[in-house]
């Protein structure tokens, strides 16, 4: 508490009523949250189980918990919900799911699993609308409690129609499965506290301080879910900063932030200014970027880590001098200062920006590690693995029903699955239901009917030898029994894919070894351990560390939340940043944040890139620079390669041939 300046002290000790702390980046928010965390439980005698934090990755839940283990015992720490929404949520459901009409045991979809399930419905409907785009207005439509006869009744148009057809039967299949995806982790939460007050009565008694991160990021759905936990008048203390709403896209509404006012008529508002991450230089011309935009509440960063550096703006010929040019940068300042090739971040506002920059790091054998790769559980051995357990603790779940089937091959085809799914389907049943039906007998016979029965019944007998016996052997019999490591070696092109998809199994068997014992020691059920593995799945794709002594690629989204000690700005271009598709004053405002966010990343230097043309359609076509450059403050600010310049193309010149002899130096050496 001693190290906090008054501001944040003011935001731990302040629980008299709501608060609101206006946390401008680098500012400890995440500190401050922690600090009054430790003050309720031991100078207010809260107990732990009576605070709830909520944040929107599992990377901000793990840090709160770390810094609070050393404030606090372990028991204490593990009585206290830290989570994001959505494992909240989950939560909610495992305890009272069954008022809505959830069994135990019900599985997650993920978003590979909802677009199968889609793209099967899409079929049956002969529709033409694509798995991806009725997803996400599905998704929207969840977000914002919309149900499915409500999304009917009000469609305008025949899309809309189309996708409220395919919600309808989506949200049927959901339930008849036993399953939820991503959005009801929200959603679902929302309705069963708002159906059943003695439930809402119960969790509103259990939450005696709510602390919600990055509060700006809330959709409707969470923000309906604090509502609901909260009094008007009740113990709530919400994070955020306006500056820093960037995900308007996936349902933020920034507005949540504004409108805290109102629905906390004895609001507290706590401004964090002081920044204890970037240079005043960095800070200065941040501030000038982000004050072109309107304010509710007004802030102004501030850093007494001293002036800093001039940031940098190097105006290159085209995309591909771009990308060499900041790679020879990097290069320069690893070999001549000693810099480590961890410490610099490429930010970019698209994707696609990356293949040049990855070309050119390649090129000078530099490790990088690109944000939004492919996660663990995006390959096929993994896929697999956790169909096999949505079945076994969810046998309703078709999803995962289909998937593993012939996964490895046992001789069923498609014509068999057809009349399996036909007789389900007339039957009110599900797939594996079917399989153990009497009546399947009239749509199948001999060997076909043989097979499936044989494998209904050997996965019942599985879960429930899980179920009553030790889960993480039966699982690792499972896989055993009908010989997975072997399907792999015959699936496997080389010799070496096989070998790491073989490595994969057994560090998702080691996993699901350490999720069915908890931290006391205690076993836990293998649906709740499933569950867990799916929600972690979904929150963890974007969260992976970046690992070594790599340069940093990702977009400014993906680096929301982290810094770096160097940072370059790439593609600072109209129709990059802001980018093409913005077209209202909304929309610019949010690119403007999201630049802000951009520049708040570094702590030491700050470089922007622009190209004078770019390829587009083939073709060579001239770029104009982003707005947002012409806001940067002169005298901060350093311009290379400015047209007509003679003398600083000579400089680029000049740098990498001497760059270039210090590499032929060390390859001499």
């Known amino acids: 508490m ?21 946390a401008g980046a680098g500012s400890g928010k995440t500190g401050v949250i922690t600090e009054k965390i430790a003050h ?21 839940a793990t840090e709160m918990r770390d810094r609070l283990r050393k404030k606090l015992d372990a028991k204490t720490v593990r009585g206290l919900s830290i989570s994001t929404f959505h494992r ?16 135990r045991g019900f599985t997650i979809m993920d978003q590979s699993d909802s677009q199968s399930a889609l793209r099967e419905i899409i079929s049956e409907q002969n529709s033409a609308m694509e798995e991806r785009t009725a997803q996400s207005i599905i998704s929207n439509w969840k977000s914002n409690f919309v149900t499915p006869d409500k999304a009917l009744s009000d469609s305008t148009d025949d899309q809309t129609r189309v996708a409220a057809l395919l919600y309808k039967d989506y949200e049927r299949l959901l339930r008849a499965c036993n399953s939820v995806d991503f959005d009801d982790l929200i959603s679902l939460p929302v309705q069963l506290l708002r159906e059943h007050p003695e439930v809402q009565e119960r969790w509103k008694n259990k939450t005696r301080h709510l602390l919600v991160d990055e509060y700006q990021d809330t959709n409707a759905a969470q923000y309906e879910i604090i509502r609901l936990l909260v009094d008007r008048f009740g113990a709530l203390t919400a994070v955020g900063d306006d500056d820093q709403s960037i995900y308007s896209w996936r349902g933020a509404q920034p507005e949540n932030l504004m409108n805290l006012q109102t ?39 501030w850093s007494a880590l001293g002036i800093g550096d001039e940031l940098r703006i190097s105006i290159c010929r085209h995309g591909i001098d771009e990308a060499e040019w900041v790679v020879a940068e990097i290069m320069t300042q690893h070999f001549q200062k000693g810099r480590r090739f961890g410490d610099f971040a490429i930010l970019y506002r698209s994707n696609f920006q990356s293949r040049v920059f990855e070309q050119a790091l390649r090129e000078k054998q530099i490790s990088y590690s690109i944000s939004g790769g492919s996660s663990f559980f995006d390959r096929v051995e993994i896929k697999d693995m956790l169909a096999y357990l949505k079945l076994l603790v969810n046998p309703d779940d078709d999803t995962a029903f289909l998937r593993c089937i ?44 043989h097979r ?61 070894g350490r999720m069915l014992v908890d931290e006391d020691g205690k076993d836990v059920p293998l649906s709740d351990a499933v569950s867990r593995m799916c929600l972690h799945d979904m929150l963890s794709r974007q969260e992976e560390d970046a690992g070594h002594d790599q340069v940093q690629l990702m977009t400014f989204h993906a680096a929301k939340g982290l810094e770096f000690p160097h940072v370059f700005m790439v593609g600072m271009e109209e129709e990059i940043l802001p980018h093409s598709n913005s077209v209202d004053d909304n929309a610019l405002e949010e690119e403007r944040r999201l630049a802000y966010v951009g520049m708040t990343r ?29 806001d940067l403050p002169p005298e901060d600010v350093l311009v290379l390669g400015e047209v007509g310049t003679e003398d600083t193309g000579a400089q680029r010149v000049a740098g990498k041939q001497a760059l270039q002899g210090l590499m032929d130096m060390l390859a001499d050496d």
Not at 40 to 60: E, R
Not at 429 to 445: D, R, V
Request: aromatic letters at 8%; hydrophobic letters at 35%; glycine letters at 4%.
């Open 2 to 22: 001693n190290k906090l300046n008054p501001q944040q002290r003011a935001a731990v000790l302040h629980i008299d009523t709501p608060v609101l702390v206006l």
């Open 40 to 60: 309720l439980i031991t100078d207010k005698q809260y107990s732990p189980s009576s605070i709830i934090a909520v944040t929107f990755t599992n990377k901000a």
């Open 88 to 103: 909240l949520g989950l939560n909610m459901l495992h305890k009272d799911g069954q008022h809505i009409g959830l069994r």
């Open 263 to 301: 629905d906390y008529p004895n609001l507290k508002v706590i401004k964090l200014e002081q920044n204890y991450r970037s240079s005043q230089r960095i800070l200065r011309c941040a501030n000038e970027v982000i004050s072109h935009n309107p304010h509710i509440f007004e802030k102004r960063l």
């Open 406 to 449: 012939n996964t490895p091959r046992r001789e069923i085809g498609p014509t068999t699955l057809s009349k399996l799914g036909e007789y389900a389907r007339q039957s009110n049943s599900t797939l594996f239901n079917a399989c153990h039906s009497m009546g399947l007998a009239e749509s199948l016979s001999g060997k076909p009917l």
């Open 452 to 512: 499936l029965q044989r494998f209904a019944n050997w996965l019942t007998l599985t879960a429930d030898n899980a179920e009553r016996g030790n889960a993480k052997d039966v699982v690792n019999t499972l896989f055993h029994d009908m010989d997975y490591t072997g399907w792999l070696e015959r699936q496997a092109d080389t010799p070496q894919q096989a070998e790491k998809a073989i490595a994969n199994v057994e560090e998702f068997l080691g996993w699901l």
């Open 602 to 630: 570094a702590q030491h230097t700050l470089t922007f890139t622009r190209a004078r043309s770019r390829q587009k359609y083939g073709e060579l076509s001239a770029c104009e620079p982003s707005r947002y450059l012409a």
